[in-house]
């Protein structure tokens, strides 16, 4: 029995990718008695109907399953700012990074539109403190061409959520990397379910081979729903890191006596806007918490 990814799912129909073409397909009545419903980026199997339709018969066992958007499988979060027009905003990155650690999601950085920046030093200086902690980036621009293949060998033979305010560039970015599309901006927004008129749903976009996109808009809702003060620092980390030589265990890393983090910030081991940003976020973790209780 052939097998595919869901690409869409509306109205009770699952659109399967199978080779180059995508098909239009309905699930077999036992995902209901099983309670389970297929997800965009499941991997199935199906039987074939027609020309271009089928049934889904059996969904694969996921890797990971996202609640917003409604997802499964993701093999990375692409997490794409500009370096200008918008200008790069770290502690959007930072807040970010919390989403996907939470989720133990890896990640990558995508910094886009380099051409515009009058002093190239801080593409650098911005991605340096990220790049030791571990996590891979990618400096691009789309005029010059420069980065791009950096970029599509972290996209290679994955799915990947593909995050970032709008106006960063994300659809120039997969325009240029797949050239032999040419789709203009605004239909490829369409296929990723960002277009004016389109219903809000997740939708993949295959680049090549085994290799998807897909837009996420749950990784821009970025309250800390749920989350305790004391899940935050596994979230950052190098914090999670210099706190293991703290003194008591449990360490929020503020005023405690013993904490090894602040002699870290201020011997500049550890990022002192990184810090800054841990601490604005600890806060409302904690304001939160107390209108939970």
């Known amino acids: 029995m052939p097998e595919g990814i869901i690409v869409k799912a509306i109205s009770g129909f699952y659109y399967v990718q199978d080779g180059e073409i995508v098909r239009q397909c309905r699930a077999r009545g036992v995902f209901k008695k099983r309670e389970i419903s297929p997800l965009v980026g499941d991997r199935v199997r199906f039987e074939p109907i027609g020309g271009r339709e089928g049934v889904v018969e059996e969904v694969l066992p996921r890797r990971n399953e996202l609640v917003r958007p409604p997802v499964a499988n993701l093999d990375q979060a692409v997490l794409t700012f500009s370096a200008a027009e918008p200008d790069f905003n770290p502690k959007l990155l930072d807040r970010m990074l919390v989403h996907v650690e939470r989720i133990d999601l890896p990640a990558v950085i995508v910094l886009t539109k380099i051409d515009l920046l009058a002093d190239p030093s801080k593409i650098a200086a911005w991605l340096a403190p990220y790049r030791a902690m571990g996590y891979r980036t990618a400096a691009v621009s789309t005029v010059t061409g420069d980065g791009l293949d950096e970029v599509r060998a972290h996209l290679d033979h994955k799915l990947s959520g593909l995050a970032g305010n709008s106006g960063v560039g994300k659809s120039s970015l997969l ?96 990022d002192k806007g990184r810090y800054a940003h841990y601490l604005e976020f600890l806060g409302e973790l904690k304001e939160a918490k107390e209108w939970r209780y």
């Open 175 to 270: 325009n240029q990397i797949v050239p032999a599309l040419n789709l203009n901006v605004g239909e490829i927004s369409q296929k990723l379910g960002r277009g004016r008129h389109t219903t809000r749903h997740s939708e993949i976009f295959r680049l090549y081979d085994d290799t998807f996109v897909i837009d996420t808009p749950g990784f821009s809702t970025l309250e800390f729903e749920g989350m305790e003060p004391e899940h935050l620092s596994p979230c950052f980390v190098d914090i999670w890191e210099a706190g293991r030589d703290c003194k008591y265990r449990g360490c929020l890393h503020e005023t405690e006596d013993g904490c090894a983090v602040r002699p870290a910030v201020e011997t500049g081991a550890l």
